[in-house]
């Protein structure tokens, strides 16, 4: 006898939003004052889930975009980067399916600047790393006043990686017009670079095909290698449209 083909309804979720909060910034590359100011963040979150696999796939992409100054507001700096995550979560559906517990990793890779105006010696610095990082969701779904909700909360927290970056007192120009490289591609841990990020949202279900989120978005990054000391701390207000959708898939 031959096996019969069967369906299976693949789930994809798609998430955009936008938030506006904080942003603070050290780089003792560029000044060894600290600066802050007002920041703008996009992300998109795209999820998929066959009904009959515990196993989903999520990619994220975000993009930072943040205006800084320091305490006496006599210089500022510009920040802008990209980051992307891919991972894969292992999920548990319990108590009647109203909690859901996701648990997984994430391969995270962020390019990025940071525009220093007033310096006219080294005024810029790269922002270049990839990490693994251990990551985990909840989601509570809920009915309150005849309408249904869901409180997610997401934390993802780096192993190890590595980063780009200047070794002290070398210019860009050692680095890339004289090829003098001098440790410039660094391993990092939770140690040396600790890294959190994590989301905090709930959803109301406004329509059939959409859903309103608002959430809190925080990115909290460090670093201390090659005698240089960093942070980029963000803290945003989010929100946007969260969109699911039913594929059928055939399997021979």
Known sequence: MFAQPTDS?????SVDMLGVGTSHLLDTYLSQEKFSGLGLSYLHLSEWQSED??????????????????????????????????????????????????VG????????????TVNSNNPAQARLSAHLMPSGIVTYNFNLWKKHF????????????????PNYGQSY?????????????????????PNLRQQLSIDWNAGRKWTLRIGYLGHYQQAQVNNLKSHFYVHRLMI????????????P
């Open 9 to 13: 309804t693949r789930i994809r979720t």
């Open 53 to 102: 696999c515990r196993w989903s796939t999520v990619r994220q992409q975000e993009v930072n975009f943040s205006s800084t100054h320091d305490r006496s507001d006599k210089a500022n700096e510009l920040q802008g980067d990209y980051s992307f995550f891919w991972g894969k979560y292992y999920n548990w559906n319990i108590l009647d399916q109203q909690l859901n517990i996701q």
């Open 105 to 116: 990793g994430l391969v995270n890779a962020n390019i990025g600047f940071i525009y220093n």
């Open 150 to 165: 869901a409180l997610r909360y997401e934390l993802d927290l780096p192993l190890v990686g590595i980063m780009f970056s």
């Open 173 to 193: 120009y050692e680095i890339f017009s004289q090829g003098n490289y001098d440790h410039n591609i660094v391993p990092t841990t939770f140690i040396s670079a």
């Open 240 to 251: 946007g449209i969260v969109r699911r959708f039913r594929t059928l898939r055939y399997r």
